[in-house]
């Protein structure tokens, strides 16, 4: 019988090699796969978002969560059809251009892989026109843009005047992010939503999604 609560504290303390054991003795013991990640792996990760969110766990604890978690699915992924994998959707993030800050946005990337989206990671200094090709290609039902500098949040207001010119803006919900950006801000270009942290971020994508 696998035991889920101890696969999940392993995730919460971060340990990838305990996360790595007891996920192959959960596949050696034929449980399936997404019995693993629902009930072992994103348990886990919930914990970790709601802790860090409390501000009782931080970001150094929360990258190594989030690489333990990792561990695990990178097991159990290949026993799963593509079909079967629960993803609760889609999401385009990057930073937007002229930023080059990506640990808080690959924060956020790796807490909604952990929450079950399929997220499509861009990363730095991502223009516009790359943003809008994304979307054509992988059509997302969420685009999240991340800003580190005063500077640079501006470029996620032309990454929605782009959306819009192409036709593409309600195709999808823009959420920004980042330490210089404030729900005003989401407000004032337009954007569905802001989440101040990773944790947060998950949640909102979670209820834009409904
Ligand atoms: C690390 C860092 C760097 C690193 C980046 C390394 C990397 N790979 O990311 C380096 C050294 C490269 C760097 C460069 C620069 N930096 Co810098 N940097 C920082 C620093 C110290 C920490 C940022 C960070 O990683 N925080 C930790 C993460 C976890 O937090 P976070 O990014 O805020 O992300 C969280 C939330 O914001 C949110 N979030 C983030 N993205 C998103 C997206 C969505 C959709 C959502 C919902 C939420 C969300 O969730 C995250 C997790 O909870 C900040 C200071 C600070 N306190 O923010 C300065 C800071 C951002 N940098 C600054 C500056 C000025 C620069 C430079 C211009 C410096 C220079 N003169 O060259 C360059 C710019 C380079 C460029 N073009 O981007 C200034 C910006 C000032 C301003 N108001 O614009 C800051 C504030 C420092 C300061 N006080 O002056 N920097």
Do not use: C, W
Request: no cysteine.
């Amino acid at each position: 019988m696998a035991n889920f609560e101890e696969l999940s504290n392993a995730v919460i303390a971060g340990n990838e090699a305990k996360v790595k054991e007891l996920t192959q003795k959960a596949i050696d013991e034929g449980v399936e796969a997404i019995d693993i990640i629902n009930e072992g792996l994103i348990p886990g990760m919930t914990v970790v978002g709601t802790r860090f969110k409390a501000g009782e766990m931080f970001v150094p604890e929360v990258l190594m969560s989030a690489r333990a978690m990792q561990g695990g699915m990178e097991l159990v992924k290949p026993l799963i059809a593509d079909t079967d994998m629960p993803s609760a959707g889609t999401v385009v993030l990057g930073t937007v251009k002229g930023d080059l800050h990506d640990i808080g946005k690959n924060l956020v990337g790796m807490m909604m892989e952990s929450a079950g989206f399929k997220v499509i990671n861009m990363g730095v200094d991502v223009s516009a026109e790359k943003f809008v090709e994304a979307v054509k290609e992988h059509k997302p039902q969420v685009v999240a843009l991340s800003a580190l500098l005063t500077t640079t949040m501006l470029a996620m207001k032309d990454v929605i005047e782009l959306l819009k010119e192409e036709g593409l803006r309600d195709d999808v919900k823009v959420l920004v992010g980042g330490a210089p950006v404030s729900q005003d801000f989401a407000d004032e270009i337009g954007a569905d939503g802001y989440a101040p942290d990773a944790a947060s971020a998950t949640d909102l994508v979670k209820s834009l999604l409904g």
